[in-house]
């Protein structure tokens, strides 16, 4: 499974970015999606994870911030992120964890944010 991450960017602090995970082929209909991100010298931490059923979880970093949400089509899973902090530079990446196809990475996409 291929998975491609999108939307990263360059954002003053304050501002908002969206990044985007699709599944070549496949719906992100099931198992469980996840958003990490690593900042250097830092380790991957899980910003944000969604289940099949609709059920969230943040990291306490970005509740009330970010926001994780499938499209209806089950294509894609969008990570909102909104009031962006200079901590919140990182790069980020989607995680697709299934029984049926495994652990599957995305590429990363760099989010900056300048203070």
């Known amino acids: 499974v291929q998975l491609q991450a999108s939307g990263g960017g360059l954002v003053q602090a304050g501002g908002a970015l969206r990044l985007s995970c699709a599944a070549s082929?496949?719906?992100?209909?099931?198992?469980?999606v996840g958003w990490y991100r690593q900042a250097p010298g830092k380790q991957r931490e899980l910003v944000a994870s969604?289940?099949?059923?609709?059920?969230?979880n943040y990291a306490d970093s970005v509740k009330d911030r970010f926001t994780i949400s499938r499209n209806n089509a089950l294509t894609t899973v969008y990570l909102q992120m909104n009031n962006l902090k200079p901590d919140d530079a990182a790069v980020y990446y989607c995680?697709?964890?299934?029984?049926?196809?495994?652990?599957?990475w995305g590429q990363g996409t760099q989010v900056t944010v300048s203070s």
């Open positions: 969604t289940l099949a059923d609709g059920r969230t």
């Open positions: 995680n697709w964890n299934t029984r049926l196809y495994g652990d599957n």
């Open positions: 082929g496949r719906l992100l209909n099931r198992g469980i």
